[in-house]
């Protein structure tokens, strides 16, 4: 099994994307391989054995996790670490509030409906449809119109505690501004159904945020982002 990050074929290294893609697609079949993946792989054998991940571990620091939410002797200057993990902690406990709220009323396992919302993502469904398979034809189109709001914030939710956003030295990268403009996305979103002002709390935790290099203000990247989103066409 060959293994690489994904990363690299997105923004660390420009078309690299186009070199994966000859890879599966053309030269791989040209010297007679079959390119699989373990998903498929376990699809078509049968399970022996198992294996748990042992929690509160690292590959790729000696400090551990530390490095995800403080500073750490591999990326010195990273007291933007902490602060960040909290603002983004405080954003997740807003959405999952408004979230509980909100779908708690309309659907029986909320939480268990956000980890079937992957169908969606997927396109193995569309929302309309997966709507109707949790709820029935009992919902009008606000309804409608709100759970997908509210579980289009719980994936950015999650995806605001994507790992690079932490792992590198300094908070004025993509990665880390990546992180906040989740957060601000969710944010926006979830203020659309609960009409409350999620917003204070948030630029408040972000404005503990700032890059020791540039001097780029985590609360400044928020509030550009949100702004963008509640403008938008």
Sequence with gaps: MLASDGELY?????FREKFLARLLETSLQAEGYEPSFPALWLSRNEIHDTITIKENTSWSCHHG????????????GGSWKAPLRQAINTV??????AFEEY???IINDPWRAVEEYARVM???????????????????????????????????????????????????????????????????????????????????????VCSPRTGLKGDDVFSGAYYRFSHRS
């Design 10 to 14: 997105g923004h660390h290294q420009a």
């Design 65 to 76: 996790v530390q490095r995800w939410k403080g500073e750490c002797g591999c990326t010195e």
């Design 92 to 97: 997740a406990d807003q959405i999952d509030s």
């Design 103 to 105: 779908a708690g009323k």
């Design 122 to 208: 997927l396109d193995q469904i569309s929302a309309d449809s997966w709507l109707t398979e949790q709820c029935g034809d009992r919902l009008n189109l606000e309804q409608k119109l709100h759970l997908k709001s509210l579980f289009e914030a719980q994936v950015e939710r999650q995806k605001m505690f994507t790992s690079c956003g932490w792992f590198f030295e300094d908070f004025d990268r993509i990665e880390p501004r990546n992180n906040v403009i989740y957060a601000a996305h969710a944010v926006w979103l979830a203020e659309r159904v609960c009409r409350q002002d999620l917003y204070s709390e948030a630029i408040r935790a972000f404005g503990e």
